[in-house]
């Protein structure tokens, strides 16, 4: 098993900045790949960036260019770096874990608790 534990969401204003962090522990020699969802109230869950421990990444389109996702793999710890953060990135950020780098939710096989973001107009 794999346990995920996400911190740094708050209450924001638009235009601020946020780094979101998520620690893995338990068997993590089993994951390959962490990504960052989000769920707003009322909508589906959906990808907002992944990355592999050994490199590479990608990201959604509405947010490509304003967050920046990170590892460090001594730490067992991914991070979103968030700018220019807009109303509607107002969500619960989830972090994942899986074998590989995807978009996709199903990929992954570890799910964190999540953590509110919200941001004000």
């Known amino acids: 098993q794999v346990q995920l534990v996400e911190s740094g969401g708050r209450l924001v204003q638009a235009g601020d900045s946020l780094r979101l962090s998520c620690l893995a522990s338990?068997?993590?020699?089993?994951?390959?790949?962490m990504g960052w969802f989000r769920q707003a109230p009322g909508k589906e869950r959906e990808f907002v960036a992944a990355?592999?421990?050994?490199?590479?990444?990608t990201y959604a389109d509405s947010v490509k260019g304003r967050f920046t996702m990170s590892r460090d793999n001594a730490k067992y710890t991914v991070y979103l770096q968030m700018n220019s953060l807009k109303p509607e990135d107002t969500a619960v950020y989830y972090c994942?874990?899986?074998?590989?780098?995807?978009?996709?939710?199903?990929?992954?096989?570890?799910w964190g608790q999540g953590t509110q973001v919200t941001v004000s107009s």
């Open positions: 338990g068997r993590t020699f089993t994951i390959y790949a």
């Open positions: 994942a874990a899986g074998r590989d780098l995807s978009y996709r939710a199903l990929a992954y096989n570890y």
């Open positions: 990355i592999r421990w050994s490199g590479g990444s």
